[in-house]
């Protein structure tokens, strides 16, 4: 009996040490490596009435081993109307490596209308090394009119290295915005003259590489020349972002009109093909007679329009501008938190972009006063001479 009973303790023990094994086996292996593939496909939609699609992908993961994300989105579409939504979140955290792999594509066929809204994000909160893939890639053929958003953001909170591609074929449009230096200035022009190759090798030769130029909404006869689409590629091509002007006006009083003025405004922004969320900026000359009615009626309508409210003008302290603006501020007080301005005060003359100020601007204080025009007139070239905060260029085209 004491052997059997020996006998039966020595094969419980040896279960049980088997079992033990066995399931540090599988923690072992659980925490060796980890891949997630997720995919999310849409095939090819086509209906009458409109459609919403929205896809989300998000992985939240804590590891110290190795981690593989491949996250894809396909749509592919055609025919109605229909806003469609891509959203990718990675968030990781811990001490193991991480590649990550994200692509969404769209394939946008004939006769289609709505909106097409991409956002990537990799939060990345641990001390690992990175290596992160971002794909977007808009499919978009004729008679196509599609409102497109590419946003892409990688944060990389602790410490590690990060090898971050990203890649953006945007077809119609590219909205692509990146987190910039909230003190970084940058040097422009504006210009009523065409933006021809002659005037750019003008204002490179004399003057430096504007990073903004500035360009008007339409024709104003005598006055200015209209932004066209050659000039939209022209000035992109050269890596210079657009800042949009409307002139077409001489009289900046009373609120219908500041209602009319910027439906004209945002119908002319439109036909140029500039996306959302770009100023429009309403060219407040200092012979204009000027408002705060006015100001609010610009401020209502192209607010709760796809684009942002902006003026530009002189807004020095004892200007008729500088008073209207802030009685307008004071009867709407979301007109200060959300109206762009470009202010021409004070001029200190013409400089190339090498000799270009500090950034002075006088405006109303805590306005958003993110440009200043410090120079106008140039006798060479024919254009005025700016410094942007890059506030500012987060709304430009």
Request: aromatic residues 8%; negative net charge; hydrophobic residues 35%.
């Amino acid at each position: 009996m004491s052997f059997m009973k020996n006998k039966k303790g020595f094969l419980m023990s040896f279960i049980a040490f088997f079992v033990i094994l066995t399931v540090f086996g599988l923690i072992f292996f659980v925490q060796s490596t980890h891949s997630n593939t997720n995919t999310q496909g849409n095939d090819e939609v086509s209906s009458d009435e409109k459609i919403k699609i929205s896809n989300n992908i998000q992985n939240s993961i804590s590891s110290d081993s190795e981690v593989e994300i491949e996250n894809s989105i396909t749509n592919n579409a055609e025919e109605g109307e229909i806003d469609i939504e891509n959203e990718v979140v990675n968030d990781i955290n811990g001490s193991g490596s991480a590649t990550i792999r994200n692509e969404i594509e769209n394939l946008l066929k004939e006769n289609l209308l709505g909106s097409l809204q991409n956002n990537i994000e990799n939060i990345l909160n641990g001390d690992g090394d990175y290596e992160i893939e971002n794909n977007i890639n808009n499919d978009i053929n004729v008679n196509i009119n599609v409102q497109v958003n590419n946003e892409v953001n990688n944060q990389l909170e602790k410490n590690g290295e990060s090898d971050n591609q990203d890649e953006s074929d945007n077809g119609k449009e590219d909205g692509n915005k990146e987190e910039e230096n909230a003190d970084e200035v940058v040097w422009g022009i504006d210009s009523a003259s065409e933006t021809t190759e002659a005037f750019y090798g003008c204002v490179q030769e004399n003057f430096g590489e504007p990073q903004v130029v500035g360009r008007y909404l339409g024709d104003k006869e005598g006055v200015s020349y209209g932004l066209t689409d050659e000039q939209v590629e022209l000035i992109h091509s050269h890596d210079a972002q657009i800042l949009l002007i409307f002139n077409q006006f001489e009289d900046a009083t009373g609120y219908d009109n500041g209602v009319a003025l910027a439906q004209e405004a945002i119908v002319l922004a439109n036909e140029i093909g500039a996306p959302e969320g770009v100023a429009l900026f309403a060219n407040i000359e200092p012979i204009y007679p000027v408002d705060a009615a006015f100001l609010e009626g610009w401020y209502d309508e192209i607010s709760v329009s796809s684009y942002e409210p902006a003026i530009y003008g002189i807004f020095a302290e004892d200007e008729t501008l500088t008073a209207a603006f802030n009685q307008a501020v004071e009867n709407n007080s979301n007109i200060l938190a959300d109206t762009y301005l470009w202010s021409a005060a004070p001029n200190i003359g013409i400089t190339t972009e090498d000799n270009a100020p500090d950034y002075d601007v006088e405006a109303p204080e805590d306005s958003l006063a993110y440009g200043w025009q410090y120079g106008i007139d140039a006798q060479t070239c024919n254009i005025d001479t700016n410094l942007f905060q890059s506030e500012l260029t987060d709304v430009l085209w």
